[in-house]
């Protein structure tokens, strides 16, 4: 079975640091491209970063210089660090998996990340 | 690009048709425009992607149509199951990806 399991979502302090980890089953992170986006609380989704399979990386203007992608292939992670928390970064993040034509076709259950003092 | 859906709530009885809009500030190519259902508590899933293919295993009452800058989603008859938010999402200039603020389909 297909499946994206997030973890590391704490609460944190402004300017702290944090690394999300998704745990992929039944395909490789390498195999396609893998996304995380965020939503806040009561808010629409927002797309955070994407790494492709031949290695691209980028990211939204909102979180560039702070946030890195990474994975891990043969232990098929996607990592999402996240460096100089803000309190607007608190969000629900979600790992996705990039399916055909720049759409997001499988959903983690999300790790929450909240950022206060 | 910024996507902007409409209306921002929608009331419906279970049978009506619902007629979901999506604009975008820019042209958006078909092939990278897309559609997903979200319900409380739970991840968005994909619907639609390339302006109107349904994903594997969408039932046939959703429809996705549109070009250049104005997408649109029907539902031609809405099942109890359907009630819930709905995003548009988009792929264009890099960095890349964005969501709309969505549509609440919502039971009258």
């Known amino acids: 079975e297909v499946q994206l399991v997030e973890s590391g979502g704490d609460l944190v302090r402004p300017g702290g640091s944090l690394r999300l980890s998704c745990a992929a089953s039944g395909f490789s992170v390498s195999d396609t491209y893998m996304s995380w986006v965020r939503q806040a609380p009561g808010k629409g989704p927002e797309w955070v970063s994407v790494i492709y399979s031949g290695g691209s990386r980028y990211y939204a203007d909102a979180v560039k210089g702070r946030f890195i992608i990474s994975r891990h292939e043969s232990e098929s992670t996607l990592y999402l660090q996240l460096n100089s928390l803000r309190p607007e970064d608190t969000a629900l993040y979600y790992c996705?998996?990039?399916?055909?034509?720049?759409?997001?076709?499988?959903w983690g259950q999300g790790t929450m990340v909240t950022v206060s003092s | 690009i910024v996507l902007t859906q409409s209306p921002g709530t929608l009331s419906l009885s279970p049978g009506e048709r619902a007629t979901l809009s999506c604009r975008a500030s820019?042209?958006?190519?078909?092939?990278?425009l897309a559609w997903y259902q979200q319900k409380p508590g739970q991840a968005p899933r994909l619907l639609i992607h390339g302006t109107s293919y349904r994903a594997t295993g969408i039932p046939d009452r959703f429809s996705g149509s549109g070009s250049g800058t104005d997408f649109t989603l029907t539902i031609s008859r809405l099942e109890p199951e359907d009630f819930a938010m709905y995003y548009c999402q988009q792929y264009g200039p890099l960095p890349g990806f964005t969501f709309g603020p969505g549509t609440k389909v919502y039971v009258k």
């Open positions: 996705v998996r990039g399916g055909g034509v720049y759409v997001f076709d499988i």
């Open positions: 820019q042209t958006v190519s078909n092939s990278y």
